[in-house]
């Protein structure tokens, strides 16, 4: 079964941005899918298993931006 969260993340503005975020969620056990939108500011995460928000937000910080939160 899949988990499916879209959050928020402030600072993106390129292709470049959406790699960087991508990349390090990517590297998250269980993660199976990273799907970053620089333009709506939004990274949708796919993983096997419930995600650790703080691992999340530790992984976009790594990348340089800001997690917000889950999107609505």
């Known amino acids: 079964m899949s988990n499916t969260i879209t959050y928020t993340v402030s600072g993106m ?3 470049h941005c959406e790699k960087a975020i991508s990349e390090e969620l990517s590297a998250l056990a269980g993660v199976t899918e990273v799907a ?6 939004t990274v949708t995460v796919s993983s096997t298993a419930p995600l650790d ?11 340089g931006y800001e997690l917000v939160g889950r999107s609505a």
């Open 13 to 15: 503005s390129c292709g």
């Open 36 to 41: 970053a939108d620089a333009q709506a500011g």
């Open 53 to 63: 928000e703080e691992q999340v937000r530790a992984a976009v910080d790594e990348a």
